[in-house]
């Protein structure tokens, strides 16, 4: 039966709690044992599939479908575990559950409340797959005081409760904030936080103090002693330059220590860092550095496309560069020229997105890769604007588009060589869609096979022909356009196993030309970066060397 470790969060948000339970877990995983890790957000969405990435960064998609928050993407990234649709979950889910069950008359016309229903329902999802794993790492989102966590941690309150004592403990994240005028290091909202999760009947047994300044030994011993934790159970998490460097920090301020000594396991392990000494290794000690513009909508914030761009640092690891990201805002090509703006790169990405707002920009940033022999990657809507330009410029269809712009605009303007996915095979049944449906679930979501030709560029990389990637999207690239297309360069070099739906495009008489339909990024870790990323530097490496 697994241990439960619960991590909360004080004083603000964006402290960085998701990290720090990733970091966690590699830890735990270095000193021999098995973990998972979930996130438990109180939002009222059931999930952020339908969220703005503005409002909450990217949505990460696990193999079994589900959307979840982007912190799952560090858990993955950091333990190498693929999350799955069991380790995310908000309170929005939570009460949808609780109200199905009502409706079935499974409280038997009891009166509903947040406790024990709604609590009970939290434990019951805390429950599942405990018998898998040697520690089960369970981040609550927001910090304590929000109206919306309230029911979260009464839920863990009980749960620790109920377990067998020794089986539960209790991780509190929070900030000390250096005040410049008098040159202290404040403890007094760390104090009022914990005050505040104990009056609810949680008291931490560890404190993770977030401080751009060194915290002295006096302050430890001051937080110790107000905050009722042993003085070595107050651990420091001062700014990287890497998250990367996160399991090597910790370590050295002796969080897994601390964490084993909480469970009483002593022996402890001794852990194994060989893995993140590379990591670090490769980190700080590059041998040159690349120049990549990625091109999207959502550049103003970058949380957006958090996965790509620690994908792109994986690339960089595995090909001992630097790679040196610059966000391109799409809109911008509309207006002006994008040779201006995209001039002394050496590779250009194109991501997933949704909406016609900026896809035009992505459209030139394709034509400019295309045409000037510049390594392109290109990503969901990224491949399918790749597609919508070599149809323009290549094959001759002056009004190529996407079906889903001119579904926004009310009337047609488009030839559509990017239309609305009907139906599609999942496992060993049909799924279907209609295109006015809820936008909640209406997405080819999680993973799917796709064979890849013989001899393509894709399969050299890969270095086999079938594949499984995880998706995330509505549209898709139309059959009817292969012949006319593959006839000027641009090649359907991976297919769904039933031939009908394209995942990969490459064209032909291209250095590094590439579009897949897929999210590459969700996979890749700094232990093991995708392929397709790695060689994507590796070719961005490649064109530095000769400019």
């Known amino acids: 039966m697994a241990r439960y470790v619960f991590i909360t969060g004080g004083v603000v948000s964006s402290l960085g709690k998701g990290l720090a339970s990733a970091a966690l877990g590699a830890l735990l995983q270095a000193r021999g044992f098995s973990v998972r890790l979930r996130k438990l957000d109180p939002y009222l969405n059931v999930d952020p599939g339908t969220m703005s990435p503005f409002e909450h960064g990217e949505v990460f998609v696990t193999d079994d479908g589900a959307e979840t928050d982007l912190d799952l993407g560090h858990y993955e990234r950091f333990t190498g575990v693929a999350a799955r649709n069991t380790d995310s979950v908000s309170s929005g889910r939570i009460y949808s559950t609780v109200l199905e069950k009502e409706r079935r008359g499974d409280y038997l016309g009891k009166t509903i409340q947040v406790i024990?229903?709604?609590?009970?329902?939290?434990?019951?999802?805390?429950?599942?797959?405990?018998?898998?794993?040697?520690?089960?790492?369970?981040?609550?989102?927001?910090?304590?005081?929000?109206?919306?966590?309230?029911?979260?941690?009464?839920?863990?309150?009980?749960?620790?409760?109920?377990?067998?004592?020794?089986?539960?403990?209790?991780?509190?994240?929070?900030?000390l904030p250096w005040i410049a005028a008098s040159g202290e290091l404040k403890t007094k909202p760390t104090q009022h936080s914990v005050k505040e999760l104990r009056s609810i009947g949680i008291a931490p047994d560890i404190l993770v103090c977030r401080s751009e300044k060194l915290i002295p030994q006096k302050e430890r011993e001051k937080l110790a002693l107000f905050c009722n934790v042993r003085p070595d159970s107050v651990i420091a998490a001062y700014d990287l330059k890497s998250i990367y460097e996160a399991p090597l920090a910790y370590h050295r301020e002796g969080l897994d220590q601390a964490v084993l000594d909480a469970f009483g396991i002593s022996p402890a392990p001794r852990p194994n860092l060989t893995r993140w000494e590379d990591?670090?290794?490769?980190?700080?000690?590059?041998?040159?550095?690349?120049?990549?513009?990625?091109?999207?909508?959502?550049?103003?914030?970058?949380?957006?496309?958090?996965?790509?761009?620690?994908?792109?640092?994986?690339?960089?690891?595995?090909?001992?560069?630097k790679v040196r990201i610059e966000w391109v805002d799409a809109e911008l090509f509309e207006r002006g020229d994008a040779a201006a703006s995209l001039e002394g790169f050496h590779a250009i990405l194109v991501p997933g997105g949704f909406g016609e707002r900026g896809t035009e920009g992505k459209i030139k940033a394709a034509e400019y890769a295309r045409t000037r022999k510049i390594p392109y990657l290109g990503i969901c809507l990224g491949m399918q604007m790749a597609?919508?330009?070599?149809?323009?410029?290549?094959?001759?269809?002056?009004?190529?588009?996407?079906?889903?712009?001119?579904?926004?605009?009310?009337?047609?303007?488009?030839?559509?060589?990017?239309?609305?996915?009907?139906?599609?095979?999942?496992?060993?049944?049909?799924?279907?869609?209609?295109?006015?449906?809820?936008?909640?679930?209406?997405?080819r979501l999680g993973a799917y096979t796709a064979n890849l030709a013989e001899g393509s560029k894709v399969a050299e990389i890969y270095g086999t022909?079938?594949?499984?990637?995880?998706?995330?999207?509505?549209?898709?690239?139309?059959?009817?356009?292969?012949?006319?297309?593959?006839?000027?360069?641009?090649?359907?070099?991976g297919m769904s196993p039933d031939g009908r739906l394209p995942e990969i495009v490459e064209v032909t008489d291209h250095p590094w030309f590439i579009g897949v339909q897929f999210h590459p990024e969700l996979k890749s870790k700094p232990f093991d970066p995708h392929p397709l990323f790695k060689d994507f530097v590796r070719a961005a490496k490649d064109v530095s060397r000769l400019v």
């Open 116 to 175: 024990p229903h709604v609590t009970n329902e939290i434990k019951d999802f805390l429950k599942v797959g405990a018998d898998e794993v040697d520690f089960m790492l369970c981040e609550i989102g927001g910090t304590v005081g929000d109206i919306e966590g309230l029911p979260f941690f009464e839920a863990i309150r009980q749960f620790a409760q109920d377990r067998p004592r020794g089986e539960c403990i209790f991780m509190h994240l929070t900030l």
């Open 279 to 321: 990591v670090y290794d490769r980190i700080y000690n590059p041998e040159g550095e690349v120049r990549i513009a990625i091109v999207g909508k959502y550049t103003q914030l970058e949380d957006a496309y958090k996965s790509i761009a620690e994908a792109l640092t994986h690339g960089g690891m595995a090909n001992r560069v």
């Open 387 to 443: 597609v919508v330009e070599a149809a323009r410029n290549l094959a001759g269809l002056a009004t190529a588009g996407s079906e889903e712009f001119d579904h926004e605009a009310g009337k047609k303007r488009f030839e559509p060589v990017v239309y609305h996915l009907k139906e599609w095979v999942q496992g060993n049944h049909t799924v279907a869609r209609r295109v006015d449906d809820n936008k909640g679930g209406t997405m």
């Open 465 to 493: 022909n079938v594949i499984e990637e995880r998706h995330r999207h509505r549209y898709e690239v139309d059959m009817a356009y292969r012949k006319a297309l593959e006839e000027k360069g641009m090649a359907f070099s």
